[in-house]
């Protein structure tokens, strides 16, 4: 499988969580100053309600279309959940 691209991850999170109304209160994009010069990102979206399975679906819609990101939901400290992925850049 290929590694999908930040884009392409972007576009399958907003697009499986409109489906679901499930409301994204913020994205963003990390690794950008990474100093081994690995082209990985990890792209995160901020929704309250997205839960595990959430986050399983959107990867199994990435893998249909020959893609993977590594697709997690990650719970802050504050207790925030979060959608996250490793694409390429």
């Known amino acids: 499988m290929e590694v999908a691209s930040t884009k392409q991850f972007r576009k399958a999170v907003r ?12 994205s963003f994009t990390n690794g950008s100053a990474r100093k081994d010069c ?8 901020w929704a309250p309600r997205a ?11 990435l893998n249909k279309k020959g893609l993977t990101a590594s697709t997690r939901l990650t719970t802050s400290e504050a ?11």
């Not at 499986?16 to 409301?23: C, E, Q, V």
């Not at 690995?38 to 979206?45: D, I, L, Y």
């Not at 207790?79 to 850049?89: A, E, F, K, M, Q």
Request: overall charge positive; charged content about 30%.
């Open 79 to 89: 207790g925030n959940n979060y959608i996250r992925g490793t694409c390429d850049l």
């Open 38 to 45: 690995n082209p990985r990102r990890t792209v995160g979206f």
């Open 15 to 26: 697009k499986y969580l409109a489906k679901k109304g499930i409301t994204v209160l913020n």
């Open 51 to 61: 839960t595990e399975k959430t986050a399983v679906k959107i990867e199994k819609k």
